[in-house]
């Protein structure tokens, strides 16, 4: 269905400036694009004509491969083909050390993988980019601009990088990525951590505009240092666009979902960002219910925080109860410590005073 440009604060509900609204908006269109039609025979799914081109596409559900979305192939409907490519684009980012080390070919991709192959190719695109100087090279400037970037962001987590930056082996046709330290030691990718080259990875996305769309990651704080973990959670967040500026290759229109089960995260992370997953039981709708009764199943449901703009906006959206935040607040010992007599950590009570005291980022 087309949203009209005046009532689009009616629906997207989280917080997003005009000139952002503006920047990622646009079309008169009033009639449905993608319509569903059971008034007389068998439940037809149409795709209407789009703009001047196009025609009207009819379809029985039953027959349909999978939705009506997919059989689309051609700019005959442009609106529903961007659509098809903007699902296609979502990607679950599973990064693996093994890809992530690996060197590339000269001919390899452009764009990381979701496991982080390619990162090297990457890189070396962004800072090879057509930017040229007058006499038709690469900008040197620019290329030293974007590793510095990278650097500067990897130095947030690991503050004795001063430098990242891509080897040009010409004999054996490969890119590899080095990162070198203070005391001027130059470690490649083969010699990073696993956390390491994962952040990096991410960096890397931050400043590629081609990483658009949808990413989830699951478990972000996988081989980062408690004390690092604001610093990913601040990398994601920039990851992501800024809904109060204007969308452009500076602040491409993207989205970012992670799962975590860290108390750590869940603290760090703002509170209208946060979802609860859990199972509850289900009941087959009355409808359908048939003979045999209603069917119980487990199904997921997702709650929010009190007095967030999901509470504010969305009067039915579920809300958590405050016993299940205190897991992840305020973790309790478990009856075997308590008959043990044994202490946590977090029991000592040098440690209880700092507990309330420790500024956020510690």
């Given at each position: 269905?087309?949203l ?6 009616d629906h ?6 005009k ?10 269109r009033?009639?449905?694009f ?19 081109s ?7 559900a ?6 009506m979305?997919?059989t689309?192939?051609?700019?005959e409907y ?6 098809r ?24 991709p452009?764009?990381m ?6 990162m090297a190719?990457?890189?070396?695109h ?23 970037q990278?650097?500067?962001?990897l ?5 004795d ?5 891509i080897d040009?082996?010409e ?22 951590s ?5 952040f ?35 990398l994601?967040?920039?990851?992501a ?9 500076g ?20 509170d209208?960002?946060v979802?609860l ?10 409808s ?5 009764g209603p ?6 449901q ?11 906006k969305?009067?039915?959206?579920r ?12 973790p ?9 007599g044994?202490k ?19």
């Open positions: 269905m087309p009209r440009l005046r009532d689009a604060a997207i509900l989280f917080p997003a400036s000139e952002w609204r503006d920047s990622v908006l646009e079309g008169r009033t009639s449905k993608i319509s569903t039609d059971e008034s007389d025979g068998p439940r037809l799914v149409r795709v209407h004509q789009d703009g001047r196009g025609r009207l596409l009819a379809r029985p039953s027959a349909l491969p999978r939705t979305l997919s689309v192939q051609t700019g442009p609106t529903a083909l961007m659509v490519r903007e699902m296609q684009s979502w990607r679950l980012l599973q990064l693996e050390g093994s890809a992530l080390r690996r060197p590339d070919e000269f001919t390899a452009a764009r993988g979701s496991d982080g192959a390619h190719a990457t890189l070396q962004l800072a090879r980019r057509p930017k040229a100087n007058g006499n038709g090279k690469p900008d040197e400037t620019h290329a030293s601009a974007v590793y510095a990278v650097a500067n962001r130095s947030e987590l690991l503050e990088v001063r430098e990242v930056t040009r082996d004999t054996r046709e490969r890119f590899t990525l080095q990162v070198r330290t203070r005391d001027g030691t130059i470690h490649s990718a083969r010699d990073l696993d956390g390491t080259l994962r990096l990875a991410l960096a890397v996305m931050e400043f590629d505009p081609q990483s658009g769309g949808l990413l989830c990651l699951e478990e972000p704080e996988n081989g980062i240092h408690p004390k690092r973990i604001p610093v990913m959670l601040q994601l967040q920039d990851i666009t800024d809904t109060d500026e204007t969308c452009d290759e602040n491409p229109l993207r989205q970012v979902i992670v799962n975590t089960h860290s108390p750590l995260v869940f603290q760090q992370v703002p209208d960002s979802l997953a859990e199972l509850v039981e289900g009941v087959t709708p009355v359908d219910l048939g003979k045999k069917a119980r199943f487990p199904k997921l997702f709650s929010c925080l009190e007095g967030t703009w999901r509470t504010k969305i009067k039915s959206h809300v958590t109860g405050k016993g299940k935040l205190l897991a992840y607040l305020n309790s010992a478990s009856e075997r410590e308590i008959q043990s044994r946590r950590v977090m029991d000592r009570e040098d440690v209880k005073q700092l507990l309330f005291t420790l500024p956020s980022g510690g």
